[in-house]
Nanobody, 115 residues
Framework: QVQVVESGGGLVQPGGSLRLSCAAS????????MGWYRQAPGKQRELVAV???????NYADSVKGRCTISRDNAKNTVYLQMTSLTPEDTSVYSC?????????WGQGTQVAVSS
């Protein structure tokens, strides 16, 4: 059973930075892609960033240049460094970890950007 646990959310002022972490446990399956989605109240869930096991990345246009996704394959951990945050970035950020057959989701971590 794969468990995915996010951490690092919180309240930050506009213009500030935040680093989210997500650790996936796996007994046998190999984790392929890992990534982050976010969902604000009343809005659809949207992709933030994704990274393959080889390190290739993809970002939503709304976060390009402000966010960096990285991962530590040895730890099955993915990070999302966010900078220049705005109130529009306020959302629940959820991490996913993909095996060859299944996408596992974490519970999500709240990010609030407010003065």
């Amino acid at each position: 059973q794969v468990q995915v646990v996010e951490s690092g959310g919180g309240l930050v002022q506009p213009g500030g930075s935040l680093r989210l972490s997500c650790a996936a446990s796996a007994s046998i399956p190999t984790i392929h892609n890992m990534g982050w989605y976010r969902q604000a109240p009343g809005k659809q869930r949207e992709l933030v960033a994704v990274i393959t096991s080889g390190g290739s990345t993809n970002y939503a246009d709304s976060v390009k240049g402000r966010c960096t996704i990285s991962r530590d394959n040895a730890k099955n951990t993915v990070y999302l460094q966010m900078t220049s945050l705005t109130p529009e970035d306020t959302s629940v950020y959820s991490c996913h970890a993909d095996t060859v057959s299944t996408r596992y989701w974490g519970q999500g971590t709240q990010v609030a950007v407010s003065s």
